[in-house]
């Protein structure tokens, strides 16, 4: 398999289907990485722009709260993976967020996943999501790629958690951090921030562990 000619370490968002959190999870494993001190960058490769306008947000936001940490993201378009590791000189990680449908090009996300160090599959415990994650990370798994399934909107006290942690054992490695269904994790999005830059946020904690795996699994 084709490696990366750069230090950078990629961290891909992954899954075939919408809403599965991809866009969430990206931002707060971005500022996970800048709030410990890392060189780090976003990069959105969904057409919609969803991680390049929380950015964006996050830009005007420090304006006024400059303490928070900056997090850069460009938008990828038809830019050849050469093109795109140029982006990367000097960054010490990426965090990728995908597009939703990636079965439509899926010679580009093979490609993606293969020059990763790690691919994140995001997925709710429902019959729906469940589904439509499975047979894309078999399609994937032929690549060689590094990566785990993460439950997201998880209630471990509910029969749908066990039997969505089990279906995904069958096929996969499961992250053992799971997200929890929490308004902190979701709401700062419209203003540019994530449950990281609040104190005490309930969600901050689960994601500083999930940040704290991947950095491990990626040798950062």
Same mark, same amino acid.
């Not at 938008?75 to 449908?101: Q, Y």
């Given at each position: ?38 060189? =780090?960058?976003? *990069?959105?490769?969904?057409?919609? &722009? %969803? ?5 964006? $947000?996050? !830009? ?87 990566? =785990?399934?993460? *439950?997201?909107?998880?209630?471990? &006290? %509910? ?5 969505? $942690?089990? !279906? ?53």
């Amino acid at each position: 398999m084709a490696r990366r000619g750069t230090g950078c370490r990629v961290i891909v968002l992954g899954g075939s289907k919408g809403g599965c959190g991809r866009s969430t999870i990206s931002r707060n494993l971005l500022v996970a990485a800048r709030q410990a001190g890392l060189q =780090a960058i976003g *990069l959105d490769f969904d057409e919609q &722009r %969803t991680f390049r306008k929380w950015a964006d $947000r996050r !830009a005007k936001q420090r304006e006024s709260v400059p303490q928070i940490v900056e997090a850069e993201v460009v938008a990828i378009k038809d830019e050849s993976w050469a093109e795109i590791e140029r982006k990367l000189d000097g960054f010490e990680v990426a965090v990728v967020d995908t597009a939703p449908g990636v079965e439509n090009n899926m010679a580009r996300m093979v490609e993606l996943c293969e020059r990763a160090d790690f691919v994140l599959v995001p997925t709710s415990p429902s019959t729906d999501d469940l589904e439509s994650v499975v047979p894309w990370w078999r399609s994937l798994s032929t690549t060689g790629m590094r990566g =785990a399934f993460v *439950l997201n909107k998880a209630n471990r &006290r %509910t029969r749908s958690f066990a039997s969505a $942690r089990s !279906a995904l054992l069958k096929y996969g490695t499961l992250a053992p951090i799971e997200i929890p269904q929490l308004e902190d994790i979701a709401a700062p999005f419209s203003a540019g921030l994530t449950s990281l830059d609040y104190e005490k946020a309930k969600g901050a904690d689960v994601m500083q562990d999930l940040w704290r795996h991947l950095r491990r699994e990626v040798g950062l």
